[in-house]
């Protein structure tokens, strides 16, 4: 839109940072004056306020103060607002008229904006949300962020307001699906779209989708679009032709800016989805973060920079910012939340209902196991729809046998009476085997995985190679018999 300028020498702070804009701030003249007459008062001499635009009767709008710079429209010694204050926001000043003068209170009910000066208000305050990523929520009113009656007829009037705010939104930006939000998606519904296309994820897929949920829930980011993400950047959890690998719980290529670059990797499962839920949030959103930052690229984004999945793509970004430089990168993640929308739950919605399945002589021994997991859940019957009713919790390095005694659905109920527990993530004991290394040094990691510390090293000469004993398997590490810890099997050979 056409702006004239007439800059203020003498109200205002210098700053030039553009990166402080993150809420704009909208108010009244608090008087019969004219726009012309306001935006030479500013320049002519100190006053000790000001605003970085006024919005005239007819429209026309003037600009007093850069964005980058600090105007002085919202000071005051007492707030309200918990963040917003001069030298995070722009200042809009719109002219306004009163159907009786002979009282200029703040709290007649009378005053009133032309249709042109809202109009042109609007739009003016849409270019600068799109410009800097300031989502509908922080753009405020001066009675918002300090108690003041400003705009009078924007505080007298609720309605008014709400009407304002809601010209803000365009037309064909209504189609595009804010990443900000509650999940419409259920864990069973993102679950089950996982497992069709993924078969082998049907042993954790539930679990993953509940963690979303919640990680999701606490930053108010739609954790089915999250996980529509995953779903895109891991191949489904295949991880064909990713940069990065299931033991790193790095679900959305996080850390991987150009070829070659391996990607973080995150110490537990839910630490790598908030990580991903909480980098969502920077690009879409400048509210602060919930919990603890744990997401080592957040810093680096220009927050609200994109508030629609649509432009997480650097290519369909107005800005030409986003999380990846392939094309329809949002518009990919969109196809697949509408497919898991579409999914039915995978969980029976009768389980509750279903009798318990029926138990067999406690003196049956089948065989006996070692967890590949510490922490594996105890449910009342074999499989996901039941109800959990404890946990085995374990050290890396140093697991317990336990006993199986029936088989049902790739599941194992313990001899102890716990419950039953996903074979998934078990080893049946005495499969153990024999391997020699195929380098010279090869170190021993406390758990199955470069996040976990290094406890020592194989250090052997090349041609005269020991064999060692493999009792676990894990995501291409194996746990050595003799306790030491974890070893790559990628640099091993079966002996």
Known sequence: MEVTKKLTPYNFTNKNDKNRVKYIVVHYFGGLSTAENLLDYWYRQYVGASAHYIVGHDGKVYQSVEDGDIAWHCGAQKYVH????????????MAVRKKDSSTLLASDPDWYFEPATEQAAQELVREKMQEYGIPAENVLRHYDVTGKICPSPYVTNGEAWQAFKAGLVEPEKEELTKITGKSVATAGQMAAYLISKN?????????????YLEEGAVENIRADGAWAQRCLETGNDTFAGSAVT??????CGHGVTQNGMRGTIFPDLRTGIRAQIQHLKAYASTQKLKQECVDNRFKYVKRGCSPYFEWLGIQENPKKVGWAAGA??????????DNILESGESMD???ENKPEPELKPEGIFLYQIRTTVNSLRIRKGPGTIYPEVGAINEVAGKKNLYTIVEEENGWGRLKSGAGWISLAYTQKEGESYLVRTTVDSLRIRKGPGVAYDAVGAIDEEQGSKKKYTII???????????????ISLAYTMRA
Do not use: V
């Open 472 to 486: 676990e398997e894990r995501n291409g590490w194996g746990r050595l018999k003799s306790g030491a810890g974890w």
């Open 349 to 351: 919605p009768d389980a």
């Open 328 to 337: 329809g990168y949002g518009g990919k993640i969109i196809a697949i939340l």
């Open 199 to 211: 078969p082998a994820a049907a042993p954790y897929a539930l679990e993953h989708a509940q963690i």
């Open 82 to 93: 918990p963040e917003c204050r001069n030298s995070n926001s722009i200042g809009i000043e």
């Open 246 to 251: 299931f033991d790193q719980y790095n679900f």
